[in-house]
């Protein structure tokens, strides 16, 4: 599986049992970098990527998107080989030998925090960076990382 996760500075992920922020450039980035495959999440994620009459944003109903978010408890458990979860409230480290790519998505701010990533990316080669302006933050940066 290949995960996604939001970090502040300090790899932080979540405060008091909600997450730091959120972006609507990042959410349609998520989507196009998943290119149609299975984007598995819990419900509390799936929130923000459903209005809220609980449809789909329209550009994402047009291009297909609709049933690509997978919402369960046991997205980690669940996700196959080359599918992406999108992680906002879990630690990772117990699933990281099912973790084939990581793609951190840094706000480049400083939140409070009481959940961090933990995993250890030290073994594992950066494979491409971006950086690109978000709705609510000036310079999201979007790092790739593949195992040696």
């Not at 990527?49 to 049933?67: D, H, R, T, W």
Request: charged share 30%.
């Amino acid at each position: 599986m290949k995960i996604i996760v939001c970090v502040d500075n300090q790899n932080g992920m979540m405060f008091n049992h909600r997450r730091q922020s959120q972006d609507r450039v990042l959410r349609k980035r998520i989507l196009e970098l998943t290119g149609g495959k299975k984007l598995w999440m819990n419900a509390y994620s799936q929130k923000q990527f459903l209005q809220v009459n609980g449809n789909m944003p329209k550009e994402q109903e047009q291009s297909g998107q609709l049933g690509q978010i997978q919402a369960d408890e046991a997205f980690l458990e669940k996700a196959g080989p080359g599918e992406y979860c999108f992680v906002e409230d879990k630690d990772v480290v117990p699933y990281e030998s099912r973790i084939e790519e990581v793609i951190l998505c840094h706000w480049n701010r400083d939140y409070p925090a009481d959940m961090y990533f933990k995993m250890d990316l030290g073994s594992w080669k950066l494979a491409e960076t971006q950086e690109y302006a978000g709705s609510s933050h000036e310079k999201i940066t979007e790092e790739r990382y593949v195992r040696r």
